[in-house]
């Protein structure tokens, strides 16, 4: 009877810890997409981005990710009115760069400032049980000598490490894969189609379940092998009339659901 009692002990404990493990792995994050400091005109962009930095710091999210356009002409100045208006996150804040702020032809020298006032341009990052990683698009976009070679091993072996953790994955970027199909044809949204092959059959390949993206400046959800890829709406300026927002992710074991958040007037 004490041997029956004990099993029964513990068949409670795992079932306890089982549980307790699915509530640690459940979190909320927020998407924000072209920031672009001057895309909207300059002194309405500051504004939208502080109040978005205060809306979504009563959301009690864990973090927030920039989708890339951090601003639209990368100065001193910009750069250093983005950060200070960053700072004011109570949370985390990961950003991406994009095409405005290492350039549409990315060279030593854009990336080297970009590094020098924002930081890295590509890591990741573990958050309950789930890998995100934080790509520069602009080195797929466009080959650049060494820059891509090096961007490209650290993501194949980071997606390597994460499978061998067993993390679901989560990848930050600022172009769009495709915006309608896989296969259209190459245009400015999207990435050249055999750099797309290749990055969907890795996501594909190493359980990858969202890809996050900005640069459209319009809100499009596609759906690639149930991998969901969102770029959302932006702070700045949209283009398909939709009001400005962001994106509210929640995210457990099994499941990934986002919605739109509009900016307060």
């Not at 067993?166 to 999207?190: A, M």
């Not at 990858?208 to 702070?235: C, D, P, R």
């Amino acid at each position: 009877m004490n041997s029956f009692l004990s099993k029964i002990f513990l068949l409670v404990i795992l079932l306890i810890n089982l549980s307790c493990t699915k509530q640690k792995q459940e979190f909320s994050f927020v998407q924000l997409c072209d920031t672009q400091l001057g895309m909207g005109g300059y002194e309405h962009d500051i504004a939208t981005f502080k109040q978005a930095v205060e809306q979504i710091n009563h959301l009690n999210v864990d973090f927030a990710v920039i989708c890339g356009d951090l601003v639209n002409d990368a100065t001193d100045s910009t750069y250093a009115d983005f950060l200070g208006i960053m700072k004011g996150f109570e949370i985390p804040c990961y950003v991406a760069p994009g095409n405005h702020d290492v350039g549409n032809n990315p060279s030593d020298t854009s990336l080297t400032y970009y590094r020098k006032f924002i930081g890295e341009d590509y890591f990741d990052f573990s958050h309950k049980g789930f890998s995100f990683l934080v790509t520069n698009t602009q080195l797929w976009k466009v080959y650049v000598e060494q820059e891509s070679e090096k961007h490209e091993q650290w993501f194949n072996e980071s997606l390597k490490k994460n499978k061998e953790e067993n993390l679901p994955k989560i990848v930050i970027g600022h172009y769009p894969i495709f915006t309608e199909s896989p296969e259209e044809e190459d245009h400015y949204y999207n990435l050249p189609l055999g750099k797309r092959n290749e990055i969907l059959a890795a996501f594909k390949k190493n359980n990858v379940k969202a890809y996050l993206s900005g640069h459209t400046h319009k809100l499009i959800i596609n759906n690639y092998e149930n991998i969901q890829m969102v770029s959302g709406e932006t702070t700045s300026k949209n283009f398909d009339e939709r009001p400005m927002g962001f994106r509210l992710w929640k995210v457990s074991t099994d499941t990934l659901k986002h919605q739109f958040i509009p900016l307060k007037q």
